[in-house]
């Protein structure tokens, strides 16, 4: 299967934590975005990539978020001291970043659950 | 004001039915729009590109209105297997930050 993956799939942590998950986006797809998605609502913009470069960033990501593209291929994004309203479904999606109406792909996510 | 606001939904409607979702965004500058189908629990899926001209794909067919801001799906012969929710998508409104709304559900009753 060559579509987006992300890992973990679950995650279950207690506040104050630190939680890192992993996004591989398809191979050779340039762009890479992170999403948040809470139960009733859609996928809310966190951060994007091209190639290596965090080009934009939601004003919602606090300073406890971070991500990284280091090589312009996986990416992961740290939630650090962990809330309970980061509990959430974490969406990844990657497009072949040539132009802006590329179809994003979306992995699977990965559900955080802050007790 | 949300950037892209959807029909609340929920759409309750018997297989063989027509239903029409409105979408509506507020930034001018937006370049892009999409329809994307999301079943529970799932990651969002494309169901199509949105044109000026309008565009057509089988049962679904997708407006965009530039002038007035709007963004429609209408989906015929409703199947039961088009039950999900309907995400309308919103793209460069400043470089490549994507935009969602909130989504319509449809549940399709046989």
């Known amino acids: 299967d060559t579509g987006v993956s992300q890992d973990p799939r679950h995650k279950i942590t207690k506040r104050g934590q630190n939680v890192t998950f992993r996004c591989d986006p398809i191979?050779?797809?340039?762009?890479l975005y992170w999403y948040r998605q809470t139960l009733g609502q859609g996928p809310e913009f966190l951060t994007y990539?091209?190639?290596?470069?965090?080009?934009?960033k939601s004003r919602l990501l606090s300073d406890r978020f971070s991500a990284e593209r280091p090589k312009g291929s996986f990416s992961t994004l740290e939630i650090q001291r962990t809330e309970q309203g980061d509990s959430a479904m974490y969406l990844c999606?990657?497009?072949?970043?040539?132009?802006?109406?590329?179809?994003?792909?979306f992995g699977p996510g990965t559900r955080l659950t802050v007790l | 004001r949300k950037e892209v606001e959807q029909d609340p939904g929920p759409f309750n409607v018997p297989e063989g039915a027509t239903v029409a979702f409105n979408c509506t965004y507020s930034?001018?500058?937006?370049?892009?729009f999409f329809w994307y189908r999301q079943d529970c629990r799932k990651e969002p899926k494309l169901l199509m590109s949105?044109?000026?001209s309008g565009n057509e794909d089988g049962r679904f067919t997708a407006q965009l209105n530039r002038a007035s801001q709007y963004i429609s799906l209408l989906i015929r012969d409703s199947k039961l297997s088009d039950s999900a929710t309907y995400l309308c998508?919103?793209?460069?409104?400043?470089?490549?930050?994507?935009?969602f709304g909130a989504g319509t559900r449809l549940f399709v009753k046989a």
């Open positions: 998508v919103v793209t460069g409104t400043g470089g490549f930050k994507t935009i």
């Open positions: 990539f091209q190639n290596e470069a965090q080009l934009e």
């Open positions: 999606a990657s497009s072949p970043g040539t132009s802006v109406t590329d179809t994003q792909y």
């Open positions: 191979s050779e797809h340039n762009r």
């Open positions: 949105v044109y000026s």
């Open positions: 930034n001018s500058a937006s370049q892009s």
